[in-house]
């Protein structure tokens, strides 16, 4: 009898993207990718819970989640890809995620432009910069005008220093 309900959840699961691995993301993805409140919200609820992961596991003292190849990759398929790998092959960080609603893919995008769109913040903020540069959108900028406490704190919390 337990074989009748284990296929609906196979089936629910692989529809849903649990069994497979999700969607490349794309620089283009990335480029037009849109930052915003309730996406937020999720994002630092996921980021709580990824921090408790990896400063409680010793394994992410020496390989941490955010490396310095992906937070400066110039290539930012390559850096999506990585970092959603990690992020999806690694239980209790797919299972963090999945506790605040959000995948792998999901917060890789947001993570990526949270953070490209805090260093646009930082230059125009230091005078490095007079606008926004080409291919940074600038709402994304001002997302992080309005939330630099916020954004500071959870990239804080994730080890990056943006």
Known sequence: MRFVFVLPVVALLTVSGGLEAQERLESRDLATYRLAEPTFRQFQDASRRIGEVTTSDSRFRFAPLFT???VQSEDASSAAAQLMARLEHE???AEALGA???TAREYTAFALTLIGARLA???LHSGALRAV???VPADNVAFVDAHLTEV???L???GVSA
Request: proline share 14%; net charge neutral.
């Open 68 to 70: 310095r190849e992906i």
């Open 91 to 93: 239980p209790a960080l």
């Open 100 to 102: 605040a609603g959000l």
């Open 121 to 123: 913040h930082g230059f």
């Open 133 to 135: 540069p080409p291919g």
């Open 152 to 154: 500071l704190a959870v």
């Open 156 to 158: 804080h919390l994730l």
